[in-house]
């Protein structure tokens, strides 16, 4: 089969959203069965490749699968191509969807094809295509996205429209608490998702917070402490202690 491919990937944070919706549009019975395979060995060689990773498998997610039908669909009929080719970003249309977020991330990519198209040509296309890309293999390797949400349209049969989402859901934040117990006033400084904040904290004192990434806090003279599920830290003289 020949052709090219376009890829495009993104991560979202946190944002309202307004309401998206168009359907996939395919021609044929046999077309659609063929799309529902494509989407399904996305996601089995995905997880396939995050399993060797050591990394948690990703569960698909009801409002996120609909999500990414809603936009390939939406780029297929229109021809329209980008991550927010209909005015909206991934979470606004996630959000729009019903999927209450901490996280969304996006990778999308295109195909026109001059020969004939099955099942196996379209996967071996797009999931090498994601792997090979730096911006998209960090979309699939994230540890901190727990679901997905994967589809392809067209309307031509001819050039075929993937998108394929990463979540995690709002009730899966991560619940951190932090006790000073060093017996004097610390400044303590927390850094996710590239951004940094300083809390001054005096002796018993405790700060909580959620947070939708993995989490480092910091104390000059101690080393630092990366966190990645909800727990107590306790912070000593000697440095830090995880509660019981």
Request: glycine fraction near 6%.
């Amino acid at each position: 089969m020949r052709g090219w491919l376009i890829l495009g990937c993104l991560f979202v944070s946190p944002l309202m959203a307004q309401e998206a919706s168009t359907a996939v549009a395919v021609d044929s019975e046999e077309d659609g069965q063929m799309i529902v395979q494509v989407e399904k060995a996305i996601v089995k060689q995905i997880n396939d490749y995050r399993d060797k990773k050591k990394l948690g498998r990703l569960e698909v997610n009801e409002e996120l699968q609909a999500t990414a039908k809603k936009f390939a669909g939406f780029m297929a009929e229109s021809g329209k191509y980008g991550h927010q080719a209909d005015g909206k970003t991934p979470a606004e249309r996630a959000e729009a969807a019903g999927y209450q977020y901490c996280v969304v991330r996006e990778n999308i990519a295109y195909r026109t094809n001059t020969g004939e198209v099955t099942a196996e040509s379209l996967v071996d296309i797009f999931v090498p295509g994601w792997l090979g890309s730096p911006p998209h293999h960090e979309n699939i390797v994230a540890q901190h996205v727990t679901q997905t949400g994967v589809a392809v349209a067209t309307t031509d049969q001819t050039t075929y429209y993937a998108v394929h989402l990463f979540g995690r859901p709002k009730s899966a934040q991560i619940k951190i608490s932090v006790l000073n117990q060093s017996g004097k006033a610390q400044t303590l400084s927390i850094e996710t998702n590239e951004s940094v904040d300083e809390i001054e904290m005096p002796p018993r004192t405790t700060v909580s917070m959620k947070r939708c990434f993995p989490t480092t806090f910091r104390i000059d003279g101690l080393d630092a402490k990366t966190v990645d599920q909800s727990l107590e830290l306790i912070l000593t003289k000697e440095g830090w202690e995880v509660a019981e």
